[in-house]
C-alpha cells in the first residue's frame, strides 16, 4: 500500500485549465494502476479517467477524453491529470488512487487514495 498526497487544483473559469498532482510514498509504483476519481455533492465517488503502471490509459465510459489527460512519472513517483476546457459540471471533489496491477473503475477496489482537492468552475 503507498500513501498518495494530491496538489493543485482551485477556482478557475469555465473554459479554463487546471493540473492535478499526485506523488505517491514507497517503491516500485510501476506495479500500481492509479486513476482520478471525482465527487460531486452529494454523490459519490465516480471513476474519471485511470492509467496502468507500465502507461495505458483507461478512459470512462462516458470519458472526457479529449478535455483530460492523464500521465505519470514513475521515477518521480508522480501522477498528473491535465483538465482542459472546464466546464462547471466538472466541479467536485478530484481524488486520486492507487491499487496494485489493473486499473478498476470501481472506487472500492482501490486500496490507497489521496486526500482530495477542490475544482471548482465558475461561470
Known amino acids: 500500500q503507498v500513501a498518495l498526497v494530491q496538489s493543485g487544483g482551485g477556482l478557475v473559469q469555465v473554459g479554463g485549465s487546471l493540473r492535478l498532482s499526485c506523488t505517491a510514498s514507497g517503491r516500485a509504483m510501476s506495479r500500481y494502476a492509479m486513476a482520478w476519481f471525482r465527487q460531486a455533492p452529494g454523490e459519490g465517488r465516480v471513476f474519471l479517467i485511470g492509467?496502468?503502471?507500465?502507461?495505458?490509459?483507461?478512459y470512462d465510459v462516458e470519458s472526457e477524453k479529449g478535455r483530460f489527460t492523464i500521465s505519470r512519472d514513475n521515477s518521480k513517483n508522480q501522477m498528473y491529470l491535465q483538465m482542459n476546457s472546464l466546464k462547471p459540471e466538472d466541479t467536485a471533489l478530484y481524488f486520486c488512487?492507487?491499487?496494485?496491477?489493473?486499473?478498476?473503475?470501481?472506487?472500492?477496489?482501490?486500496?490507497?487514495w489521496g486526500q482530495g482537492t477542490q475544482v471548482t468552475v465558475s461561470s
Open positions: 492509467i496502468s503502471g507500465s502507461g495505458d490509459i483507461i
Open positions: 488512487a492507487a491499487r496494485l496491477f489493473a486499473v478498476s473503475h470501481n472506487p472500492n477496489d482501490f486500496t490507497s
